[in-house]
């Protein structure tokens, strides 16, 4: 027998415009709350409500802990440019990294814009100011392009930093992004390979899988194995639960990914940087700095101090 909640969620599942609607409630009542309260206040009241625990800003000591603190204190302007899914590009470029970016295929200002009788097929959407809004556009499936255009429309403009008050993408030029659908051989999605770094030093790899959906959403049952430099599996939890697969890298795959990261996360205190790996090349995916917004799940719990103790935040420039 269906509950009420998993009626309503088939019903709007099924339904493009009652998603719309629903997301543009979702933001309405981000922007409220907003309103309601400064960064800090926000800070312990996300915190407890994710957690469970109170958040120590005073004193912090835990990974968690230390991501909040930057994220309310830490105003380097590179941050902006580095979340900003298409500005990161130059970045890696002048990091000499060039040859590991995806292959784009145009920016928007408007989804109006985008000619989709012309627009390479299969290719990837996303925004470049937030999180989880992508969608794949393959022309041989079908494809609401009016829903996709209202619904995307709607997200640019949306200020992302309301929702967990990361600074870094409050100054963000919102925009669409179209790149090259990354697929392998048998036309699998690819796997995510996502390295967590401390001033330049890549000491964990996030192994994730079913990251994205045959759609190009993001999933909400994918698995994460934990990693540490030396490619061993570690008896170690971050909010997802662990996954049966095998690491499918190389050793030299794995070792040319922290190379890569190493250099790209060499600025920050702490950021996490993502590949894929797709027919023996490396790709790069996007660099992120507050990991889950600082509301962790991180099993065995010594690991939280652990974490929190390679991120050095007296070494960065801390500004109101």
């Not at 989804?111 to 627009?119: E, K, Q, V």
């Not at 709607?154 to 963000?172: A, G």
């Not at 507050?290 to 420039?317: A, C």
């Amino acid at each position: 027998m269906l509950t009420i909640k998993k009626m309503r969620s088939k019903i709007y599942r099924n339904s493009d415009f009652l998603q719309y609607l629903w997301l543009c409630h979702e933001w309405k009542v981000i922007r409220k709350n907003a309103e309601r309260m400064n960064d800090r206040e926000f800070a312990y009241i996300r915190y407890k409500q994710r957690t469970g625990k109170e958040l120590n800003l005073d004193d912090p000591r835990t990974f968690d802990e230390k991501l909040w603190y930057l994220k309310l204190y830490n105003r380097d302007p590179l941050l902006t440019i580095c979340s900003d899914k298409y500005r990161v590009r130059e970045y890696v470029e002048r990091c000499g990294l060039g040859h590991i970016l995806n292959k784009l295929y145009g920016v928007y200002d408007d989804a109006r814009d985008i000619d989709f009788d012309s627009l390479p097929s299969p290719c990837f959407l996303k925004c470049n100011h937030t999180s989880g809004y992508n969608i794949i556009f393959d022309r041989t499936k079908p494809f609401n392009r009016c829903n996709f255009i209202r619904t995307f429309n709607f997200i640019l403009k949306q200020n992302y930093y309301w929702c967990s008050r990361e600074w870094n993408y409050k100054n963000i030029e919102p925009k669409i992004i179209a790149e090259r659908l990354l697929c392998d051989k048998e036309g699998n999605l690819p796997l995510d390979y996502r390295f967590l770094c401390f001033s330049g030093e890549p000491k964990l790899m996030l192994f994730d899988v079913g990251v994205c959906t045959n759609e190009g959403f993001h999933a909400n049952d994918c698995r994460r194995n934990v990693y540490d430099e030396n490619m061993n599996l570690l008896d170690l939890s971050i909010t997802r639960k662990r996954h049966n697969e095998t690491l499918p890298l190389t050793r030299d795959q794995f070792e040319e990914m922290k190379k890569y990261a190493a250099i790209l996360s060499k600025p920050f205190a702490h950021c996490r940087v993502d590949f894929y790996c797709i027919n023996d090349k490396v790709y790069f995916g996007e660099i992120t700095f507050y990991h889950m917004g600082g509301t962790n799940n991180i099993q065995p719990p010594e690991w939280e101090l652990r974490m929190g103790s390679w991120i050095d935040v007296t070494k960065i420039k801390i500004e109101n």
